[in-house]
C-alpha cells in the first residue's frame, strides 16, 4: 500500500521513503557577449579619455617647455657682454642678441632672444626667425615662443592693439606697438605668409619696422598658430 502526501512545497513516497524537490528556478541566462563588449568598449573610452586629460593638464601646467635656469643664464649672458663693450653674433645659431620685455606680462618679466627656432633657442628665450629683419630694421622682425607652464608667450592671447612690446640690443631700446588682437588671429603652423617682410603682402617692399609674436595657439601642442602683428613707435639709443 502506498500512501502519497503532499506536504507544503514537497511530495514524500511511503514505500521508498524518497523526497522529491520542487524543479529548480530557472538560472538567469549568460550575459550577452554585445553586452560585454560594449562595457569593455565604454571603459576603454573611459581610460581614454582620463588619459587625455591628464597629458593636457601635465602639458599645460607642469611640462617645463622652457628651462627657466638655462632661460636666466642667457638673459644674464647678454648683460654681460653688453657691459664689455660687445654685442653677441646674431649670426651663430642659439646665440642670445637681444632682450625682449612685454609690460603687460609684469615688472619682472626679461627674456633673451635666440637667433634661430631651434628647439634649444625655443627652450631658453624666444626664437628670432633669422631670415627676418634684425630689431630696429625696417621689414619684420618675427619672434616664436612657447606656451604652456613656463613658456615665454604663456599670456600672449589676453593682449591687444596698443600693447607694448620693448626689445633691446647692446645700443638701442625700441619700443613695439601691437596692432591686432591675438587671440582673434589663428593659422595654420605651414601658413609663412605671417614672417614675410610685409605680412600678407607676397613681394611688397617694407617701408616700416615691424613685429611679428608666433606663438601655439593652445597651451597643448597642436598645429595651429596665434599670430601677434605690431608696429616699431618708438626708438631710444643707448
Known sequence: MRLSIAVAAFTMDAVGDTLTLPAPAPQSPAPRPRRRLLTIVGALLLVTGLSFVGLYVYD??????????????????????????????????????????????????EVAVVTGTTPYSLNVGVGWFDSTAAPGQVGNFAVAGHRGASGPFVPLLDLKPGSKVIVETRTAIYTYELTNYPKNLTVDSSETWVIDPVP??????????????????????SPERSIAFGKLVGTDKK
Open 200 to 221: 600678407g603682402q607676397a613681394g611688397a617692399k617694407p617701408t616700416e619696422a615691424l613685429i611679428t609674436l608666433v606663438t601655439c595657439r593652445n597651451f597643448f601642442h
Open 60 to 109: 599645460a601646467y607642469f611640462n617645463p617647455v622652457m628651462d627657466v635656469k638655462a632661460a636666466q643664464q642667457q638673459v644674464d649672458e647678454v648683460k654681460k657682454e653688453w657691459s664689455a663693450g660687445k654685442s653677441p653674433s646674431a649670426k651663430i645659431p642659439g646665440n642670445a642678441v637681444a632682450l625682449m620685455r612685454i609690460p603687460e606680462f609684469g615688472p619682472d618679466y
